[in-house]
């Protein structure tokens, strides 16, 4: 892997086009099978169409990731915070591929649709495993919800401190709009 590469406009895209989605995901899903009929297919739809999206970035990203490396991370940076940074995003990777499958596998033990808009993907339709795991399931999607806000929350308030306290690039780096050392 490349130690030297920087963020650019794709990393960026993809960076951002997946946290809205997950951002609208983690606040549209809460409550959505409590919903009634109609408005639970529109939901489910909606929130198939975002989280396949969420997949498609993943996988591209993973790739993208595999083949340029990760840019290099501010020398102040302690051993010990190099690899707090690594984990938190190598967990977050790992926690949205896991809560990918096992929403899946969810979907699956329904007899609901789960058509993802726009991408018509039926993923009830897969029948990967059996019904008497709803209830498993169910709990691991909602474990996996609550550990995603946890790291999304520890990247978010890395980032925060790399721009107010430590007063380096990390931040500006990713923004959108922003180039590279702008103040």
Not at 44 to 52: A, F, I, K, L
Not at 88 to 97: E, G
Not at 110 to 126: E, M
Not at 142 to 160: R, S
Request: charged share 15%; hydrophobic share 50%.
């Amino acid at each position: 892997m490349k130690d030297s590469y920087q963020y650019g406009g794709f990393d960026r895209f993809i960076h951002w086009l997946m946290a809205l989605n997950i951002l609208a995901t983690l606040i549209f899903s809460k409550g959505m099978s409590q919903l009634p009929g109609d408005l639970k297919i529109i939901e489910y739809g909606d929130h198939g169409m975002s989280v396949t999206t969420i997949l498609i970035c993943l996988v591209i990203r993973t790739i993208w990731r595999a083949s340029k490396g990760f840019p290099s991370l501010p020398e102040a940076m302690s051993a010990v915070q190099v690899l707090a940074a690594k984990a938190v995003h190598y967990l977050l990777y790992i926690a949205m591929f896991a809560q990918i499958v096992i929403g899946i596998l969810l979907a699956s033990t329904t007899s609901q649709d789960f058509v993802a808009a726009n991408y018509g993907i039926n993923y009830s339709s897969f029948n990967l495993i059996d019904d008497s795991y709803y209830e498993l399931l169910v709990s691991l999607h909602i474990a996996g919800y609550w550990l995603i806000i946890g790291l999304l929350v520890v990247h978010i308030v890395a980032a925060l401190k790399h721009h107010w306290i430590d007063k380096d690039q990390v931040l500006r780096n990713m923004l959108p709009f922003v180039k590279r050392n702008q103040v």
